[in-house]
């Protein structure tokens, strides 16, 4: 398949060569295409989690995490996917208090606590969470089951097994109001299930009934605050609050919806444990919630559950127990001062040229929880290629990888950049980003 080059793109513009094209590599060019209708995204899954295989070999092959960081140009960057490597620093630094043994005899039975709603919630985790939630307050735990799943995409699809109502002509419908996550359309319609299906962007849903609107805040993929935008009798509500944490934006108050989701990989970065937990106010809810999951996997990990209560149980320690921590910063604080450099060295690089331009964020705000003023800094950038159509395809011909606006229900024009990747890979991208505006400044 025929690449396309700078020059295709962006016709008018005028490039400065900044570095010779690989030679030893052949380029993976895969169209990853999506058409937007009124009521459904088609998706071509198998090709974009081919595109992150691939270019993840390409950066094992070629050494991108070296402890030196020279950019040459030509090793692959991948900035796709939100793998929270960045936090990997903090807990090499405590590695000897987040380390736990797990006996041979422990965690044998499927059950851990048979008077729960979600019976295979380990109490260890349960504590664990609502602990950290009462440290950061950014949710209200009493009055709220907690469900816990393997990441939040398994709570995904049991709360929208448990809000459906069953017995309806045809599927109900799920939107979010665009850019939305760009894995709700894929996940929601990956088992083509007779109860719910896409329904595509939140501001362009017209219909009567049921639905269901997911709100995500501070949203995936541009970090801005949301509410609900459809607002009709029949509606039910879904709120990801995967990055309402004092890292990514101020702690303004304690959420206290319905159904809330959360997830361990954008809280503390362990994204490997595959854990997540929903606090859920209905318990009827709560328990459709939990059968899902024990149909599709019989419970949760508890070795994952023990593990991910011994990390948040540090964090908390970090904030309310600081003389013990030797000198290392509170888990938030640290991650904070790595978000807040990183968005620094970004903006000052786009501000550099015209190629491109980021969103502006809201007004600063006081967060409750570390008493700072700041906008949001969001765990993903949001990125517009003013001079270019297709701007994934425009990274492309640099080895970056990010992710085409298209799959987040906008235009081509947008990418998405991950901003919690490992610093040796940041500081790489950042010094292609400078050599890329550079090369087309005049």
Request: proline share 5%; glycine share 6%; net charge negative.
């Amino acid at each position: 398949m025929k690449r396309n080059n700078a020059q295709s793109n962006c016709p008018n513009l005028q490039k400065k060569p900044i570095g010779s094209s690989m030679k030893h590599f052949i380029v993976l060019s895969v169209a990853v295409s999506c058409m937007l209708s009124l009521n459904q995204f088609s998706w071509n899954i198998e090709q974009m989690y081919e595109i992150n295989r691939m270019v993840s070999l390409k950066e094992a092959k070629m050494g991108v995490a070296s402890s030196q960081v020279v950019d040459d140009g030509k090793t692959p960057i991948n900035l796709d996917h939100g793998d929270p490597t960045m936090y990997e620093e903090y807990w090499h630094l405590v590695s000897e208090k987040t380390t736990i043994v797990i006996p041979g005899n422990q965690g044998i039975s499927y059950f851990s606590d048979v008077g729960n709603v979600c019976w295979f919630l380990e109490p260890q985790f349960a504590r664990a969470v609502t602990r950290l939630h009462e440290v950061v307050g950014n949710a209200i735990t009493e009055g709220y089951h907690i469900v816990v799943g393997t990441g939040s995409s398994q709570l995904y699809q049991a709360a929208l097994y448990a809000l459906t109502p069953h017995g309806l002509l045809e599927p109900i419908d799920v939107v979010s109001e665009a850019p939305f996550y760009s894995s709700y359309p894929l996940i929601t319609d990956f088992l083509e299930s007779g109860l719910y299906r896409w329904g595509g962007d939140a501001y362009k849903y017209d219909k009567d009934g049921p639905y269901i609107e997911i709100v995500t805040t501070p949203n995936n993929p541009d970090g801005l605050t949301r509410w609900p935008v459809v607002n009709r009798s029949g509606g039910m509500l879904i709120y990801d609050l995967a990055y309402y944490w004092p890292q990514y934006t101020p702690i303004t108050s304690p959420a206290n919806h319905d159904i809330m989701l959360f997830t361990v990989s954008k809280c503390s970065g362990h994204a490997g444990s595959r854990i997540g937990w929903a606090l859920v106010k209905d318990e009827a809810i709560a328990r459709k919630m939990t059968k899902y999951i024990e149909i599709s996997t019989i419970g949760v990990s508890k070795d994952s559950q023990i593990r991910a209560a011994k990390v948040f149980d540090v964090i908390s320690d970090s904030h309310e127990h600081k003389g013990s921590f030797d000198g290392i910063s509170p888990f938030f604080d640290h991650s904070y001062d790595q978000m807040t450099r990183r968005w620094q060295q970004l903006r000052e690089a786009v501000s550099n040229g015209t190629l491109f331009s980021l969103p502006d964020f809201p007004p600063s705000a006081l967060c409750t929880f570390s008493g700072r003023t700041f906008a949001p800094i969001s765990a993903f950038a949001w990125l517009k290629c003013e001079r270019v159509e297709h701007c994934a395809n425009f990274f492309k011909q640099y080895n970056i990888y990010v992710r085409d606006g298209s799959f987040f229900g906008t235009s081509s024009n947008f990418v998405r950049i991950s901003m919690l990747d490992r610093p040796e890979k940041f500081e790489m991208f950042i010094q292609r980003l400078m050599s890329i505006i550079n090369s087309f400044s005049t």
